[in-house]
């Protein structure tokens, strides 16, 4: 089993996020964007902010020697239709999460004034 954790200030995202636009649609995935583009723009910067702690916390559960040929656009959270977040790999996310022999990902975000933080577990 392996665990990883992140932090962020929703109000770095914003900030990042203002001042490029190419950085979203280098950082997240096509999905992630479009769910954001349906939120006011506060409550999209904090989606925004917590899909980009699963990211971190995702590489972070892969170990050091790893995150380096992962793309962040590789790695999306989605909402299943109960509402959960929900892990989805591509490229070279999914090969780094294959080579490291984990086939389940359990993701949780959470949001707290200008804080989201994600833990995730890979078995």
């Known amino acids: 089993m392996r665990i990883g954790v992140d932090m962020v200030r929703v109000s770095q995202i914003a900030h990042s996020l203002s001042i490029s636009r190419k950085l ?5 995935g096509r999905a992630e964007r479009e769910n954001a583009a349906q939120l006011p723009l506060r409550r ?3 989606f925004l ?5 699963v990211k971190e916390a995702v590489l ?5 020697r790893l995150t380096g040929a992962v793309s962040l656009c590789d790695i999306e959270t989605i909402n299943a ?5 929900e892990l989805h790999l591509y490229a070279s996310a999914l090969s780094a999460s294959q080579s490291l022999g ?3 990902w359990m993701v949780s975000i959470s949001h707290e004034n200008d804080l989201a933080v994600a833990i995730v577990i890979a078995q």
């Open 81 to 85: 239709q109960d509402g959960c977040p």
């Open 24 to 28: 979203a649609s280098r950082v997240f």
């Open 44 to 46: 999209s910067y904090e």
């Open 60 to 64: 972070k559960a892969m170990s050091a």
């Open 102 to 104: 984990v086939s389940q």
């Open 49 to 53: 902010a917590g899909r980009f702690a």
